[in-house]
């Protein structure tokens, strides 16, 4: 069964005009539900987690001042988002629920995050969107749970994980893989374990060609026992903040082949949503849609 993490606080309210589509995390779920894609009983509600989870991956001083809203205003401008303490506690909701989602893949496969993939979020600070990283958080918790020891982190945003490449720079149980725009925020880019910048206008067949010489390479090497999958969808042509070129079509098959080869292989690999800034949400949503369709089909 596909297990999906989402609670109402996902959809936190914004200034009006402000550019983050929040709404995406209200509409994808009916969506899913709408189309048949999805039932009520796909659905879990995660909470706030144990703190030692989130300061397993994140600076204990950084997170208590997030939590005490005490980040510097400068620091606090970066993150892009009006901090307060709801906003603080949907950030931990989201971390919680790709924690639980880590577990439900174990069991299926396959689980997913209708938010997450905050990959700017650095052990320290938060940025563009993101304070705590809960894909690192969850790779985080499988070690400290013995639930996997060898991790990939295969983050296909179209924005450099640069967060998550700080956050393992030392640590080579966890392998990070980001493949993004080269001329895509962040301009000051981290290391990761493989970085692969691709420039502007990069179409579907160039993109999906990359792509797979890459990822059943980078399986082969490391062997990952858990894979965490950032699939945002900024990647298409439509999008505001991008400047790739995928189709939604090609947005789907880079979906696809990542599922298809995770579920070859037999290694658990948990989904989380990232970035999607296309004019029209209808666009957002088909595109973040057929993520869950193929997992639906893939692995059920």
Do not use: W
């Given at each position: 069964?596909?297990?999906?993490?989402y609670h109402?606080?996902?959809?936190?309210p914004?200034?009006?005009?402000?550019?983050?589509?929040?709404?995406?995390?209200?509409?994808?779920?009916?969506?899913?539900?709408?189309?048949?894609?999805?039932?009520?009983?796909n659905?879990?509600?995660?909470?706030?987690?144990?703190?030692?989870?989130?300061?397993?991956?994140?600076d204990?001083?950084?997170?208590?001042?997030?939590?005490?809203?005490?980040?510097?205003?400068?620091?606090?401008?970066?993150?892009?988002?009006?901090?307060?303490?709801?906003?603080?506690?949907?950030?931990r909701?989201i971390?919680?629920?790709t924690?639980?989602?880590?577990?439900?893949?174990?069991?299926?496969?396959?689980?997913?995050?209708?938010?997450?993939?905050?990959?700017?979020?650095y052990?320290?600070?938060?940025e563009?969107?993101?304070?705590?990283?809960?894909q690192?958080?969850?790779?985080?918790?499988?070690?400290?749970?013995?639930?996997?020891?060898r991790?990939?982190?295969?983050?296909?945003?179209?924005?450099?994980?640069?967060?998550t490449?700080?956050?393992?720079?030392?640590?080579?149980?966890?392998?990070?893989?980001?493949?993004?725009?080269?001329?895509?925020y962040?301009?000051?880019?981290?290391?990761?374990?493989?970085?692969?910048?691709l420039?502007?206008?990069t179409?579907?067949?160039?993109?999906?060609?990359?792509?797979?010489?890459?990822l059943?390479?980078?399986?082969?090497?490391?062997?990952p026992?858990?894979?965490?999958?950032?699939?945002g969808?900024?990647?298409?042509?439509?999008?505001?903040?991008?400047?790739?070129?995928?189709?939604?079509?090609?947005?789907k098959?880079?979906?696809?082949?990542?599922?298809?080869?995770?579920?070859?292989?037999?290694?658990?690999v948990?989904?989380?949503?990232?970035g999607?800034?296309?004019?029209?949400?209808?666009?957002?949503?088909e595109?973040?849609a057929?993520?869950?369709?193929?997992?639906?089909?893939?692995?059920?």
């Amino acid at each position: 069964m596909l297990k999906i993490a989402y609670h109402p606080i996902y959809n936190h309210p914004l200034p009006e005009g402000h550019r983050f589509p929040m709404i995406k995390y209200e509409l994808l779920p009916k969506q899913l539900l709408y189309e048949g894609t999805c039932t009520d009983e796909n659905f879990f509600a995660p909470e706030i987690p144990n703190d030692k989870y989130i300061v397993a991956a994140h600076d204990a001083e950084y997170f208590y001042d997030l939590l005490n809203l005490k980040i510097p205003h400068k620091e606090a401008r970066k993150i892009g988002f009006p901090l307060d303490e709801n906003l603080v506690e949907r950030e931990r909701i989201i971390a919680d629920g790709t924690m639980k989602a880590c577990e439900y893949a174990l069991q299926y496969g396959v689980a997913m995050n209708i938010a997450g993939g905050t990959h700017h979020a650095y052990s320290n600070r938060g940025e563009a969107f993101c304070m705590l990283n809960d894909q690192a958080i969850g790779a985080r918790y499988l070690q400290s749970k013995n639930l996997a020891n060898r991790i990939l982190i295969v983050d296909l945003d179209v924005h450099q994980g640069n967060g998550t490449a700080e956050i393992f720079q030392n640590d080579a149980s966890v392998f990070t893989f980001s493949m993004h725009g080269s001329g895509n925020y962040p301009f000051k880019k981290e290391v990761s374990d493989l970085d692969i910048s691709l420039e502007k206008g990069t179409n579907d067949e160039e993109y999906l060609s990359i792509l797979k010489d890459t990822l059943p390479g980078l399986i082969e090497k490391h062997r990952p026992d858990f894979i965490f999958y950032l699939c945002g969808v900024d990647v298409l042509e439509t999008d505001k903040l991008g400047t790739l070129a995928l189709s939604l079509n090609g947005c789907k098959q880079r979906d696809e082949f990542v599922l298809k080869t995770c579920k070859e292989h037999g290694i658990p690999v948990q989904c989380s949503m990232g970035g999607g800034y296309s004019m029209e949400i209808k666009t957002i949503i088909e595109a973040h849609a057929n993520t869950f369709r193929l997992a639906t089909v893939i692995f059920t």
